[in-house]
């Protein structure tokens, strides 16, 4: 009797007819398009697939290798397999606006990550169930507070501003919030800025290394990244440069500017958990597939790492 009811059981369970934790219910399929491929997303994927773990979330990536045609048609693929739900970090916020409509036609939930979509630097979106990632405006703020820390009641300077790969959210946001600081002091003057495609440092430092090749006076070089930091400085140090102190800055923490911010090479940087945020956006997925509210826009911690405090930041790049 007892090996006929053990059949049973195991026969139910093939079936999907007894639930359990592991058995009869269906993993959702949570597909995440990233725009490219860089050292940043490479850290943000070990928190979206620790979070898809604790949830028993699928996880199906894709990347676009920084062409918006080509991940709009991967959304579209994604929408056309009925995914539960995807996951967008957007190679373009305006030529990726078609894939809000595809999902909303095909009633699949759209969630941004890291790039926003649209106009709104918080995410904000009609079709989008939530942005987790930072105010980019806020990001480019950050970057002119601290030009003026460094720059302190400097009636003039030149300033070079290395920016990320054109088009991007970012790139665009970041530079917008930069601009609305440094408009403050009408004496510092951008003298020379270049978009970097794919946020390669190999780009930012050739266009550092032509800057340089002018002549020109700078008193600091802001970048939208860290590696175009640990560039510019390299083209300094290169070049030999000692007309004057030059500031570097630049926005996220990498083990490759520990020495360069401890020997004052390069002065400040800012730092936010790229592996926690991946974190958070599939924990947002998750609990909105289990139909818990979330909210519109989840932003992680941002803090300005210098000389002061790097003994105390540990960085995931």
């Not at 048609?73 to 373009?92: P, T």
């Not at 078609?98 to 939930?109: E, F, G, L, Q």
Request: proline letters at 4%; aromatic letters at 8%.
């Amino acid at each position: 009797m007892r090996k006929s009811v053990l059949v049973w059981l195991v026969g139910l369970l093939a079936l999907g007819l007894v639930w359990s934790p592991a058995f009869g219910q269906a993993k959702k399929k949570v597909a995440v398009c990233l725009p490219g491929t860089v050292e940043f997303f490479s850290v943000e994927k070990k928190g979206i697939d620790r979070a898809a773990q604790k949830y028993n979330i699928e996880v199906i990536y894709s990347d676009a290798e920084w062409d918006a045609g080509k991940q709009l048609a991967q959304v579209e693929n994604f929408v056309a397999r009925k995914v539960d739900l995807i996951m967008l970090c957007a190679s373009d916020p305006q030529a990726l606006m078609p894939a809000v409509a595809a999902c909303k036609k095909a009633n699949i939930p759209l969630i941004t990550f890291t790039n926003t979509l649209g106009p709104n630097p918080d995410g904000s979106l009609d079709g989008v169930v939530s942005y987790i990632g930072t105010n980019e405006i806020n990001m480019g703020k950050l970057l002119g507070q601290m030009a003026e820390k460094l720059l302190g009641n400097k009636a003039e300077a030149n300033i070079v501003l290395l920016e990320g790969a054109p088009g991007t959210a970012p790139q665009r946001l970041r530079t917008q919030g930069f601009k609305e600081v440094i408009a403050k002091h009408p004496k510092w003057q951008i003298v020379y800025n270049q978009a970097i495609e794919g946020w390669k440092k190999e780009g930012a430092l050739a266009a550092m290394e032509s800057f340089l090749q002018t002549g020109k006076k700078v008193d600091l070089v802001t970048t939208h990244w860290y590696s175009a930091a640990a560039a510019a400085s390299q083209a300094l140090q290169e070049a030999k440069y000692n007309k004057n102190k030059v500031f570097v800055t630049g926005l996220e923490f990498s083990k490759e500017l520990v020495p360069l911010i401890k020997s004052g090479k390069i002065d400040m940087t800012s730092n936010y958990s790229v592996e926690e945020t991946g974190f958070m956006a599939m924990e947002a997925a998750a609990k909105f597939l289990k139909g818990e509210k979330i909210p519109t826009f989840i932003e992680p911690k941002v803090i300005i790492v210098s000389k002061d405090n790097i003994d105390q930041v540990k960085p995931e790049l």
